[in-house]
């Protein structure tokens, strides 16, 4: 899967604080993808006042997982859409295994099924650590001791299932994302160039 190829279509998954808004970033910019954060897309919708946004965000503000039906159909827009581009980078979606089973089935047929799922592996207490951190450091309004923890158990319960789920179906990377995000990001492209082209 190198570089220079015309198209690809990845899932980051991992827990938030994982470094998946960064990861994400750079995967996109190598492989000319476009780069869609489910988070980034939700709180637009928040801040402009959306009826989505306005729907979504009592979810939000509780570190809740926002409800499939709200998800689904904004995300798929972005991958599946009239407008939507060849190459994509998903990021903070799906988080539950009923997301990943509809957006598999509605893609079925298109050029747009997933190639890769790459897991950001992280500890528990790194997790918080880091998610405290960014809380400190002046980050998103979500970012409260409290919150922070009923996000991470949150994903604890309802995105980790994904794992199994994508293992079955041969697509999982696991990464090892403790360290620098330099050192993390050659070893989502070390796996990613030692794929064979799945097309």
Do not use: C, N, W
Not at 5 to 11: M, P
Not at 82 to 101: C, E, I, M, N
Not at 124 to 134: C, G, S
């Amino acid at each position: 899967m190198a570089a220079s190829r015309d198209s690809i279509r990845l899932l980051l998954l991992g827990a938030p604080g994982s470094g998946k808004g960064t990861q994400g970033v750079r995967l996109a910019e190598r492989y000319s993808a476009r780069h869609v954060s489910t988070g980034d897309l939700l709180r637009a919708q928040v801040e402009a006042g959306t009826p989505l946004g306005q729907e979504v965000r009592p979810f939000m503000d509780r570190g809740d997982l926002v409800p499939d039906e709200l998800i689904l159909s904004m995300v798929l827009a972005e991958i599946l859409g009239p407008t939507s581009a060849p190459s994509y980078v998903l990021d903070g979606f799906p988080r539950t295994v009923a997301q990943a089973t509809a957006a598999y089935e509605q893609a079925q047929g298109t050029d747009r099924l997933l190639q890769a799922v790459v897991f950001l592996e992280l500890g528990h207490d790194e997790l918080l650590a880091r998610l405290e951190q960014r809380g400190l450091d002046g980050g998103r309004s979500d970012d409260t001791t409290d919150t922070i923890r009923h996000r991470i158990e949150e994903y604890e319960a309802k995105t980790l299932p994904l794992l199994d789920y994508y293992e079955g179906r041969d697509l999982l990377l696991r990464i090892d994302a403790v360290g620098a995000v330099d050192e993390v990001t050659q070893r989502i492209f070390r796996a990613l160039d030692a794929l064979p082209d799945r097309g």
